[in-house]
């Protein structure tokens, strides 16, 4: 069984696309605090997520950086050629619901803080290239 929960907060802003069909597509970044560092200090996992149709209208409408949701979905891994010609494998969720984690007061205090502090920087090294083409049929 392929089932993945996860609450987290956006990373950035999300993308959204149509595809040549006209299907409106979704893509952000969750960013997971993990439980347990050996260091005592934070850190999180980056996750690429993807809503489709329905939920890249939802995710259009009312998502932002910053805000804490609640996704679940199935993991979903690919590849392409990059445009250096190298093979690129991806692990993506594909999104089956989100939920709101936080009152709307609450995210925009927490939007707030993650401008003020780059709280969601992504850390060097962490590649989230989110521009790739994908294969939508």
Known sequence: ??????????????????????????????????????????????????????????????????????????????SYTGKDGNKVFTVDVVVDTQEFCESKAAAQEAQQKVEMSGFLDIPDGIDLDISAELPFK
């Open 1 to 78: 069984m392929n089932v993945v929960i996860l609450i987290g907060r956006l990373v950035r802003e999300p993308e959204i696309r149509t595809t040549q069909s006209g299907a409106k597509v979704a893509r952000y970044t969750l960013a997971v605090d993990r439980r347990f560092n050996r260091d005592g200090g934070q850190t999180a996992d980056f996750i690429s997520c993807t809503a489709f149709g329905k939920g890249a209208d939802f995710t259009e409408k009312f998502l932002h950086k910053g805000m804490k949701i609640a996704i679940t979905g199935k993991i979903q891994t690919g």
